[in-house]
């Protein structure tokens, strides 16, 4: 709301209005950028860690190594918690399955 010493009106409410609807939908198209920079790192660390585990494989080595997927795991807990750990585990599981084809 603007700042004014007179008591809000219609008009000046409306105008509040709609610069809130202004900044709602700039936060949303932030919003929509940051989710499609998100999906695009997602989708490079699949690629990375197929890459990864395929050369493990190629040099007689286990594809999935505990100790460094342990090492992931306590990084996104320290950044965000437990709620960290369950993303960790996602982008570990995706990493193993592989993400879906882009349409
Ligand atoms: C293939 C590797 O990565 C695998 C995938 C990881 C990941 O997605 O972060 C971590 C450990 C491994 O199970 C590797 O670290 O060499």
């Given at each position: ?23 709602i939908e700039?936060l949303r198209e932030?919003l ?72």
């Amino acid at each position: 709301m603007p700042i004014t010493a007179e008591a809000p009106t219609a008009a000046t409410h409306a105008a509040g209005a709609d610069l809130s609807q202004r900044e709602i939908e700039m936060l949303r198209e932030e919003l929509d950028e940051l989710d499609a920079e998100i999906l695009a790192a997602v989708r490079r660390r699949v690629e990375i860690t197929r890459r990864a585990g395929l050369a493990r494989i190629g040099a007689g080595l286990p594809q999935v190594t505990q100790h460094s997927e342990m090492q992931v795991l306590r990084r996104f807990e320290k950044e965000l918690g437990r709620d960290g750990v369950s993303l960790g585990m996602l982008l570990l599981r995706l990493g193993r399955t592989g993400a879906p084809r882009q349409h």
